[in-house]
């Protein structure tokens, strides 16, 4: 009962994604290569859409296949969640971000999936169009994902047997979408 509450939470959230860019193809629908600074521009977008409505915790999702690939009325392909973090630069030193946790999709095993810890400008990497989705939870769900996300449960929520369809209903197979909506639970 939980799990299928906290569903109509999330997707009930998803119709008020606040959305950060538009789409951006070709009038032949291929993939347009981004270069690294558009990559980094939408990164940089949606961490201050974060930042500016004072989140420690979000929800984000990005373009990972071609739109024309995707059933109708599907806008995202992948969901992950974005905290706000204290991040180590390469150089040494500390610069407040947004550090994205997620499921992905083993590349030697496609049927596996791994939870990982990145940033915006490598969630965002390789996308096929420069838009993503972010759901902004009020204060206290905020509190309650940062406590799942830096516990046990964060971990034990993960299921890696993948699929690229799921359903939060069956607990067998899981993908990116399912994870963020069993870890809200």
Known sequence: MRLQHCTKIVFAAALLLYTVNVY???????????????????AKKVERAGAARG???FILSRVGR????LPEGVNFTHAAFAVYSRIKTSDGRTVPGYAIYNLYQDDETPATSNLVQDYPLDYFAGVHALR???IIPNVALQKRLLQV??????QKAHNSRYSVLSNPNDLRLQNCTEFVVVSAN
């Open 132 to 134: 993503s989705g972010v």
């Open 66 to 69: 071609p739109p024309a690939e």
């Open 24 to 42: 951006a193809f070709s009038n032949n629908q291929e993939r347009i290569q981004y270069s690294a600074d558009q990559i980094a521009a939408l």
């Open 55 to 57: 989140a420690r915790v």
């Open 149 to 154: 996300i830096s516990s046990d449960a964060y």
